[in-house]
């Protein structure tokens, strides 16, 4: 009842910028804390960036600096703008989201399926 679907991925050059969407739909009644997660190939996934609904943010260190988290609470949006990307920058970017519905009552978290960021010449 709930979805969270990312876009924005792509093939970029080293030094490039992206911008990251995901956008939440369904049957919400409030968006709680957001983040962004990634995978490399043989990798665990690991936390990039999160945002509090009150906007407080947090970063791994490996992208500070470069990436800048951000979501607009009226759309249900979170956005991740990627800026002097390197390669090892290169994996499945996903969303989550802690999310309130009303039926079925309560909150948990909600994967999106994933866009792929790709750092190549």
């Known amino acids: 009842q709930v979805q969270l679907v990312e876009s924005g991925g792509g093939l970029v050059q080293p030094g490039g910028s992206l911008r990251l969407s995901c956008a939440a739909s369904?049957?919400?009644?409030?968006?709680?804390?957001m983040g962004w997660y990634r995978q490399a190939p043989e990798k665990e996934r690991e936390l990039v960036a999160r945002?509090?609904?009150?906007?407080?943010?947090d970063y791994a260190d490996s992208v500070k600096g470069r990436f800048t988290i951000s979501r607009d609470n009226a759309k249900n949006t979170l956005y991740l703008q990627m800026n002097s990307l390197k390669a090892e920058d290169t994996a499945m970017y996903y969303c989550?989201?802690?999310?309130?519905?009303?039926?079925?009552?309560?909150?948990?978290?909600?994967w999106g399926q994933g866009t792929q960021v790709t750092v190549s010449s």
């Open positions: 945002i509090t609904s009150d906007g407080v943010t």
């Open positions: 369904g049957s919400i009644f409030k968006v709680n804390d």
């Open positions: 989550l989201g802690t999310i309130t519905t009303l039926w079925p009552s309560g909150s948990r978290n909600y």
